[in-house]
């Protein structure tokens, strides 16, 4: 018996060598997947390379003349830039889809090797536990000779060492699972960070395409009408102050010429240019079609906060902020989360307001933004409570009134980063603001 006790023990212990040895292999060499990232990649460097030279050919017909036939070509251009940024922005998500995939796996194996590892400390207690039921006197009795005695001692610290080094084993696979699940959760914010882009950029294309079927349908084609518009600056100011400021999240619409107004008063407390503020607010507030359409009245459970917030992060703090405010957390309306192709939540949603702050953001924002506005508490649903914080954070970010900087404050503000994989959410926040600089320019005159 005690023969086979020793044998036992030995088998678990190369068990869990073997486990420690090679379950980490099992993850790492994949090689249907290194060859899926190597056809990515080079389809990704093609489609870049492909957008640089569209891009120098779209910014050669800026200084062309105003004609009806550069402005449809520049237009065409654009489209089929934006078409091939959705193609690179596929395929750098079709990389993070591939990664996700791997580190699930790894902590799918992680996971099963933890639970091998409980069954064996349960047997090794339960062994130990059967030895210590006799005295060492009853070995002493039974055994036939010196060296049974000294089996049996052997036999004892087999079953301890071997418990001490299965629980260290425990701990190792705890940790590699903790890491694996940070890993985990970035991808999951790369995947919803490009989720996010590319909803913009279809949104952007569509944009494009209906811009060239009203302008063909306003000149009818011809180019005496097409130079009517552009000579026609007539109450052009009066329009662009009326024209609706769509902000999501917020009950009463307000005209550009109030959403400038604000903007410009933020700007004089802060130092951040009012068309960059109302450029961030304005991409913050478009954002996919699913700003603000969770946690409504009405809204299954799937949608609620208790589902689509970071219980770790948001949850207590959306609840302190909605206390404080006397609104009902079940029915306030927040950002949804985004949803990979096969409908599943990537990420976590609950942003608040016009300018998209989560929750634990806002709590480090809203005393800085009362001592501005005197809001107190402060209202992350407020127009300008919200106009506030976001330039107190854009600033903190570097928004200092050059184009690279508030470049970077705009890559910051989406993602805490200056990632080049977003890029396309910088370029667009400086391109909005170089409308709405038109725009106010116009106000001016």
Known sequence: MLKSLKNFVLFGLLVGLFFNLFTPSLFADQPYSQSEREQLQQQLDKLEAQITQYQKELAQTKNQAKTLANKIYQLKKQQEILQLQIEATTSKISQVALQIYGIQNAIALQQQHL???????????????QHDQYPFFYYLVMSNSISDIFDSVNNYSEII????????????????????????????????NLLVVKSL????????????????????????NYQKIVADAKGEAAKIKNRIYQLLDVSTKITFGQAYQIADWVSRQTGVRPAFLLAILTQESNLGKNVGT????GDPPSKSWKVIMKPSRDQQPFLAITKELGMDPNVTPVSCPMRDKSGNQIGWGGAMGPAQFIPSTWLGYKNKVSQLTGSNPANPWDIRDAFVASAIKLKADGANGTRQGEWNAAMRYFSGSTNPAYSFYGDNVLALADGYQADIDQLSK
């Open 115 to 129: 639970d091998k590892l409980k069954s064996e400390i349960s047997e090794l207690i339960l062994l130990l536990w």
């Open 161 to 192: 060492g071997g418990l001490q080094r299965v629980t260290f084993d425990v701990t190792a696979t705890k940790n590699n699972l903790e890491k694996q699940q940070v890993a985990l959760e970035d991808q999951q914010s790369s995947m919803n």
């Open 201 to 224: 950029q279809q949104s952007q294309l569509s944009g494009s395409v209906n811009e060239q079927k009203n302008l063909l349908t306003v000149t009818k084609g011809k180019e005496s």
């Open 294 to 297: 969770c946690n409504r009245l």
